[in-house]
């Protein structure tokens, strides 16, 4: 009988393609699924991007390239940084990887072991968790209340922290509760955290350029007093509609960059080639269609929440940020998760079940408005049908 290390036995995964696959097997039946489960926009990736990918492979670049990534778009990431931040940032602090996880994974399996712990955002991203309890660290759940916009509270952040905290996850604007938390309590959560020098800091700012209401985002990088244990993660894959393109990139303090550069070697060798020049082409050309995107995402969540308010027994609090709702379902006498899957089953919407999310995910559920208004608007009729006629079992 095969064995496998017991660390496998914990490992999790990210049930939004579980939900997603299921979907796409009930329509492969012939029903009718509207899909407002995965966090992919719906939108193709903007031409001229696609363009200089192609470009890039009729000029020859068809081979290895550096294990951190070609220097002309490391300096681009900076250059990028610099502009929207006003950040200094050496292109040999960036790392470009495939995609947004792997710089999650790095950092936690450098952090992560037996006696450690980690603390985390609930409800958020599952693979945070996953991977914290794959390397056998504690994980810490730091909770996102409704009650606070789902922002973090800098207080009860710190008040977690302990002498066995190696790391703490930040992520703002939040998958999945479209939370954005304010400069003031960012501010407050960095002061307090000049009493814990040995904690490193990774911050997840994959939907920094996707906040509404006037709201700012907050990049980390901004405060000089953490920037030597702060690892910083973001990538192309939401603002230019590039999920399938699988990058991301870093920004790695000096003593751990080379530890992430060598994981880089001992596992993927390299990013994509072709790939870098379309991630290239998209922070130094034209910004328009990522800036209708973001527009787009900005009205539909007006149309998702009216419509979530008006649901029997559901109340949504309105996100400030990405493009998710995470509505409160708690009195619709349902559990979350069956509800999600009833819903699915039986009113054709696909959404996430917020326990999937965390503990403190009971009684919410996740929808992506990454579709169209229409099928927004059809999805909500479904719901509202499906809650008016169906009690929880």
Known sequence: ????VAAFDRIGEENAFAVLARANALAAQGKDIISLGIGQPDFRTPDHIVEASIKALRDGHHGYTAANGILQLREAVAADLHKRFK????PDEVMIEPGG???MFMAIMMFGEPGADILYPDPGFPIYRSMIE???ARPIPVPMREE???AFSAEETLSLITPQTRLLILNSPANPTGGVTPKSEVDKLVKGLEKFPDVCILSDEIYDQMVYDGEQHVCLLSYPEIRDRLILLNGWSKTYAMTGWRLGYAVWPGKLYDYARKLAVNSYSCVNASAQFGALAALTGPQDEAHKMIAEFDRRRKVV???LNKLPGVSCTTPKGAFYAFPNVKNTGWKAKPLANAILDEAGVAVIGGPDFGILGEGYIRLSYANSTENILKALERMGD???KRKAA
């Open 1 to 4: 009988m095969l064995r496998t």
């Open 87 to 90: 950040v200094g940032v050496s």
């Open 101 to 103: 996880k792997v710089t």
């Open 134 to 136: 794959f390397t056998g």
């Open 148 to 150: 606070n916009s789902f």
């Open 305 to 307: 929440v009216d419509g």
């Open 386 to 388: 499906f809650l008016s």
